[in-house]
């Protein structure tokens, strides 16, 4: 099709042109939609897939999803962005958020072999501390069951299965904090459980949590659990880290200890002792196994 120009010249294929333009862009907008929508339906299934299993391979979701490998890597590494997954090599596990929190049952089931390592190098540290804060979760549980049978102690928890294994201890005597039960955790909070927990003085506490960063230290989805958490590091004279290595770098919603505060950290040797030496260099003992 021919057109005449503003000055009297002719213009071929004019009008068709600029239509085919203007197509062409209100089909690469509509692609362009029409992908962000699509990526946002996977990286949603993701979330849910990796909270759901505790982990995900990039090869099986990619089969999964029916995409390329090279997109779900791209879908991590925006998750990953976001603070809801932690890459690793070939896949992701989830990081536990104001709105996710795995169950006591579940974390008894992962990574298991790790947690015993560190949980018996923790028991170790225990010196000549007579009264001891053991805090909720499995790597403490399995601290408790480490614990010395042969000499007189004090444990105070708020971790019901805890004060549990350790009841039928000839030797230990075992304070349960009273305060609403989490079902998840099968562990109490609330003013009542810090109450209690403000009146003593505690050799030793064992702490977890569930991420730990050089930048925003110790951090809990819950701040109910956070305040319990805090409060015991307020009573403590010692307080001793323990965590998988998968806790490292992993930052959730409420802050309740700084790096500095610790007196040292036990986790593996899947740790790399580069990253490692940089908690020390905060002040900690780092204790790889």
């Given at each position: 099709?021919?057109?005449?120009?503003?000055n009297?010249?002719l213009?071929l294929?004019?009008?068709?042109?600029?239509?085919a333009?203007r197509?062409?862009k209100e089909?690469?907008?509509?692609t362009?939609?029409?992908?962000?929508?699509?990526?946002e339906?996977?990286?949603?299934?993701?979330?849910?897939?990796?909270?759901?299993a505790?982990?995900?391979?990039?090869?099986?979701?990619?089969?999964?999803?029916?995409v390329?490998?090279?997109?779900v890597?791209?879908?991590?590494r925006?998750l990953?962005?976001h603070?809801?997954?932690r890459?690793?090599?070939g896949g992701?596990?989830?990081?536990?958020s104001?709105?996710?929190e795995?169950?006591l049952?579940f974390r008894?089931t992962?990574?298991?072999?790790?947690?015993?390592?560190i949980a018996?190098?923790?028991a170790e540290?225990?010196g000549d501390?007579?009264?001891v804060?053991?805090?909720?979760g499995?790597?403490?549980?399995?601290?408790?069951?480490?614990?010395?049978r042969?000499?007189?102690l004090t444990?105070?928890?708020?971790s019901?299965?805890i004060?549990?294994t350790?009841?039928?201890?000839?030797?230990i005597?075992?304070?349960?904090?009273g305060g609403r039960?989490?079902?998840?955790?099968?562990?109490t909070v609330?003013h009542?459980?810090?109450?209690?927990?403000?009146?003593f003085v505690?050799?030793?506490?064992y702490i977890?949590?569930?991420?730990i960063?050089?930048?925003?230290g110790?951090?809990?989805?819950d701040?109910?659990?956070?305040?319990?958490?805090?409060?015991?590091?307020r009573s403590?004279?010692?307080i001793?880290?323990?965590?998988?290595?998968?806790k490292?770098?992993?930052?959730?919603?409420c802050?309740?200890a700084?790096?500095?505060?610790?007196?040292?950290?036990?986790?593996s040797s899947?740790?790399?002792?580069?990253?490692a030496?940089r908690y020390?260099?905060?002040?900690p003992?780092?204790i790889?196994v």
């Amino acid at each position: 099709m021919a057109a005449w120009g503003p000055n009297g010249q002719l213009r071929l294929g004019a009008p068709g042109r600029d239509r085919a333009t203007r197509q062409s862009k209100e089909v690469s907008a509509m692609t362009t939609t029409s992908t962000a929508k699509t990526a946002e339906e996977r990286q949603r299934e993701i979330v849910r897939a990796v909270r759901a299993a505790g982990s995900v391979d990039v090869n099986a979701l990619a089969a999964e999803l029916g995409v390329a490998k090279e997109t779900v890597r791209r879908d991590l590494r925006t998750l990953e962005e976001h603070g809801l997954v932690r890459r690793t090599h070939g896949g992701a596990y989830p990081v536990e958020s104001a709105g996710f929190e795995t169950t006591l049952a579940f974390r008894a089931t992962s990574q298991v072999p790790e947690k015993r390592r560190i949980a018996a190098a923790a028991a170790e540290l225990l010196g000549d501390a007579e009264t001891v804060f053991v805090d909720e979760g499995f790597t403490p549980q399995l601290i408790a069951e480490a614990l010395p049978r042969d000499r007189p102690l004090t444990v105070v928890t708020a971790s019901l299965p805890i004060a549990g294994t350790l009841a039928g201890a000839e030797d230990i005597s075992v304070l349960l904090l009273g305060g609403r039960v989490r079902p998840g955790t099968l562990a109490t909070v609330d003013h009542w459980t810090t109450k209690m927990l403000a009146g003593f003085v505690i050799d030793l506490a064992y702490i977890g949590a569930n991420g730990i960063s050089r930048e925003h230290g110790l951090t809990t989805p819950d701040p109910a659990v956070s305040e319990v958490k805090a409060q015991a590091i307020r009573s403590a004279r010692r307080i001793v880290f323990t965590g998988v290595h998968t806790k490292f770098g992993a930052v959730s919603f409420c802050r309740f200890a700084d790096v500095c505060d610790l007196e040292a950290i036990v986790t593996s040797s899947l740790l790399p002792a580069a990253e490692a030496h940089r908690y020390a260099l905060q002040g900690p003992q780092m204790i790889r196994v």
